[in-house]
């Protein structure tokens, strides 16, 4: 009878030891999650885009200094949400149009251009034409066509900065797509130009 009441006090101890044991891990985990850096969130979508005919009236407030579009031309119009760490994005942005096209490689013919808000020096971009130029001459086996979207050679990468909009003053009926870039790295250095901690630069 005594070995079996021994028996049952060492089974009560283990017991509770087992219950502490996974109480502390639960503990641990529980503080290690939280002790995690969370993920950065990337931007899901955070530029919006309109679009301003020849015929607007007035453009908005915030834009109200740049010319309304000339007759035949619109003005698209991308608004940036602030982000954390805009140094860290880019917006790459290509200008075409959709087309009935068949099975050949076809490109486009225009020249956008850079300029600048006289009396303000804000940036803006204008494309004065844009058309289709050659194709390959490939013999298509299925003589059908079908809605492509065919865009410039040359794409525009700009800073993500939300201070200030972005404008394109586009031919009717152009498309302008974009894709956002985001770097996760910091710089990496060649090794003779890490920066040295406390050495003064020679001349």
Not at 95 to 112: E, P, S, V
Request: glycine share 4%; aromatic share 10%.
């Amino acid at each position: 009878m005594k070995a079996y009441f021994i028996s049952l006090k060492q089974l009560a101890l283990a017991s509770t030891l087992f219950c502490l044991s996974a109480a502390l891990i639960c503990l641990s985990t529980s503080t290690f999650a939280r002790t995690l850096p969370k993920p950065e969130q990337n931007p899901s979508n955070p530029i919006t885009i309109d679009v301003f005919a020849h015929d607007t009236k007035a453009l908005p407030d915030t834009i109200k200094m740049f010319p309304i579009p000339d007759t035949g031309m619109e003005l698209h119009l991308l608004t940036l949400e602030k982000l954390a760490d805009e140094t860290r994005y880019k917006i790459e942005i290509e200008i075409g149009i959709t087309a009935q096209l068949d099975c050949n490689k076809h490109r486009l013919i225009g020249n956008i251009t850079e300029q600048s808000l006289p009396g303000w020096g804000y940036p803006y971009y204008r494309l004065n034409s844009l058309k289709l130029g050659a194709s390959t001459r490939m013999a298509c086996l299925q003589q059908m066509t079908k809605s492509q979207f065919i865009a410039l050679p040359d794409a525009i990468t700009l800073a993500y900065d939300s201070r200030l909009p972005k404008l394109f003053y586009l031919p009717e009926g152009s498309v302008l797509r974009y894709k956002i870039w985001q770097s996760k790295e910091d710089y990496h250095y060649s090794p003779n130009m890490r920066p040295q901690v406390g050495v003064a630069p020679t001349h």
